[in-house]
């Protein structure tokens, strides 16, 4: 099985704070994802130039996408750069990690993510998306999502609906699974109504975490998921450090949480969500995935950023084949 990430493509500055402080220095909320133009992109780097520095390809879907390759699936992203630097970085950075890149390219500058790591690992994003949610739907080429079995999209991009819409009934007419990430509560309440209508018609997988869960259904975990797989074939609720829940049908299987206390707990939905979508596609049953999902959680969150190092993998891929054993 093969899985299509769609989603904002956005490199990753990943910057590790002294303290706490700095954040009300540059005027963001702890733990917030704040949107910004490229002009207060350049003013917070150039503030935080003095902090240690670390670039990497991101974007939700792309992070799950990368970590999908490199357990051995076939994975491709399609999103929007400018011709920049940063533009051609990513799409090379995406080649490296064995990710099928489908960019269109625009004249700019491609958009970018300010990571900020406080000293207790949680993270505060500042996000210039540059053209990356410009994708129109005549940019989505139903060729290339048959070449796959499923199709991964992103949340954010509920803001581009006619993208959405078009994609999801591309999908369906090539007998593509769906899978959605709700990827923020704030975007749950900005389109509540949009999901109740999408979510039934086409989605087949649902990703959320505890927050998101709650704002798209109005109630707990263990109640929101029941509630979220009487739409979608699987629904599935990650609840931090008390792991995650699964629900398809009347079955609902929980997991715990792996990697104890995080060094940074950037990308731990995306790697997630990759292991989740790995182990579907090997035919593995719903625990045996949700623990793939939730050992490659574990790694990332010893890390800075949404990358396990590659000397990682290889004991990842032994773990795996120990799960599925």
């Given at each position: 099985m093969s899985t299509l990430g769609l989603g904002n493509a956005l490199v990753d500055i990943l910057l590790k704070l002294d303290n706490e402080h700095t954040l009300t220095e540059i005027g963001i909320a702890k733990g917030a994802m704040d949107m910004i133009d490229e002009k207060q992109m350049i003013v917070i780097q150039r503030t935080l130039s003095h902090l240690e520095r670390r670039q990497t390809p991101g974007g939700s879907v792309c992070n799950s996408m990368r970590a999908l390759a490199k357990l051995g699936a076939h994975a491709g992203f399609i999103g929007?750069?400018?011709?920049?630097?940063?533009?051609?970085?990513?799409?090379?950075?995406?080649r490296i990690a064995g990710v099928t890149p489908y960019f269109t390219k625009v004249e700019g500058v491609?958009?970018?993510?300010?990571?900020?790591?406080?000293?207790?690992?949680?993270?505060?994003?500042?996000?210039?998306?540059?053209p990356a949610p410009s994708l129109k739907p005549e940019d989505i080429r139903e060729d290339i999502i048959a070449r796959y079995n499923?199709?991964?999209i992103e949340g954010y991009?509920?803001?581009?609906e006619p993208l959405v819409r078009d994609t999801m009934k591309k999908a369906k007419r090539a007998g593509v699974k769906i899978a959605l990430d709700l990827s923020n509560f704030n975007i749950v309440n900005a389109f509540k109504d949009m999901l109740d209508d999408i979510i039934p018609a086409y989605v087949d997988i649902l990703f959320s975490n505890e927050s998101e869960a709650k704002a798209f259904t109005g109630l707990e975990s263990g109640d929101a998921i029941r509630k979220m797989a009487q739409m979608?074939?699987?629904?599935?609720?990650?609840?931090?450090?008390e792991g995650a829940?699964?629900?398809h049908r009347d079955e609902t299987i929980r997991v715990?949480?792996?990697?104890?206390?995080?060094?940074?707990?950037?990308?731990?939905?995306?790697?997630?969500?990759?292991?989740?979508?790995?182990?579907l596609s090997v035919g593995a049953?719903?625990?045996?995935?949700?623990?793939?999902?939730?050992?490659?959680?574990g790694h990332v969150i010893n890390v800075i950023g949404p990358q396990i190092t590659d000397d990682q993998w290889k004991q990842i891929k032994l773990n795996v084949g120990s799960i599925l054993s």
């Open positions: 929007k750069v400018g011709n920049d630097a940063t533009g051609s970085y990513y799409e090379q950075a995406l491609s958009g970018c993510c300010t990571v900020l790591i406080s000293p207790d690992g949680e993270r505060t994003m500042a996000t210039f998306l540059g499923s199709i991964y991009l509920l803001v581009n979608v074939d699987i629904a599935i609720v990650t609840c931090g450090k829940v699964v629900a715990i949480a792996e990697g104890g206390k995080p060094l940074d707990t950037t990308g731990a939905g995306d790697h997630f969500a990759a292991g989740f979508l790995y182990g049953s719903l625990e045996q995935s949700a623990r793939i999902g939730s050992m490659l959680a």
